[in-house]
């Protein structure tokens, strides 16, 4: 009865370990007022208070309806968040304003990126600044002059050890100048990246830019960028071609390698990879279409996390976070605390619509790093 009893009781003790380790803490849902709930990003606040901005839909939840940026907060670790959010963006834009990125800046400052989409031939990337720790921001500085339609994901910019700041875009041309007609959007994007040398107040355009050269429906859609330990910047992009595509950069973003197929297996979906606190091993989270765990062709599930070791080349400690079948895991952002990171993503289902439920998932950062399921 002894050996029993111990044996019970270490059951127990696992399944709240593993409950502590991989935590889902809040689920926004759609309601008939906000309809759509999705995309955002983190940033940490002096007094160790989390942030979290998103795009709240009010009138749809198609991506063209409008939108504004609301936030909530968290005080302890990102275990639970305030109730009811509070608009930080009104919407201004022609459409809405939506794909939120935030990042503390080496000056102190906290930069908020985000796209004003004002139609379907117009949508370009808008960068404000808090010397207030996000209680006011400034006017919006343009971060491309050139006209057209030009994504940046939510949770993307970085700045480089140096100061630089990069910004991974993807540019999508007209294929007519109906900004109300969608037949003007042409869904293959070109992958661009975009510097500044000084915080944000001005940006250029790097000297490289690809296409993808095969049959395509997709290009090199909403590429991210991350800094590698050696200096070299890895970019990568979501395509239609059974992988996420991956270049490098060795001169900080100025120009880049021709992209080829990386060993991320995934539909036309977004991945999301940062570098692991103190660390040169990078995280992504992406829909694993490798085959190690069930999947379903062309759907945005099941999501994974994964670790790479050598600059993105090969990824292990592959991790299950997701896995209904039905479900639509996508656009995630990536946050660290002392001892976890943070997850928030679109988690619809075939009930509340594919990009309409954001949730937030704590995990620890050793349970990631194990090959422990």
Known sequence: MSFLRASLMSLLMVGLLSAAENTVVVN?????ENPRNSEGSFVTLKSGRILFYYTQFYGGAADESPA?????????????????????????????????????LRSGRIALFYLPKNSWVDCRPIVRFSRDEAETWSEPVPMIEAPGYFVLNNDRVIQLKDGRLVAAVGFHRSRAADPKSSRSFDGRAIAMWYL??????????????????????????????????????????RTDQGAQFGCYSADRGKSWQIPEATTLKSPVSPASIERLPGSSDL???????????????????????????????????????ESDPDGWYCYTAIHFTDDAVLLAYCAGDPKVGGLNRLRIRRLSLDWLRTDRP
């Open 68 to 104: 504004h940026i609301v936030a909530i907060h968290s005080d302890d670790g990102g275990r639970t968040w305030s109730r009811e959010p509070r608009v930080v963006v009104e919407n201004k834009a022609g459409a809405n304003v939506m794909s939120v990125s935030l990042l503390r």
């Open 283 to 321: 995280l992504a989270v992406f829909n694993d279409h490798s085959g190690a765990f069930e999947f379903t062709k062309g759907k945005r599930t099941p999501l994974v996390t994964a670790i790479s070791s050598d600059g993105g080349k090969t990824w292990l400690h592959r991790k299950l976070i």
């Open 196 to 237: 500044s040398d000084d915080e944000g107040r001005t940006w250029r355009e790097a000297s490289t830019w690809w296409a993808l050269p095969a049959r395509t429906g997709s290009g090199l859609q909403e590429p991210g960028v991350v800094e590698l330990a050696d200096g070299r910047l890895f970019s990568w992009m």
């Open 28 to 32: 926004i849902e759609p309601t008939k």
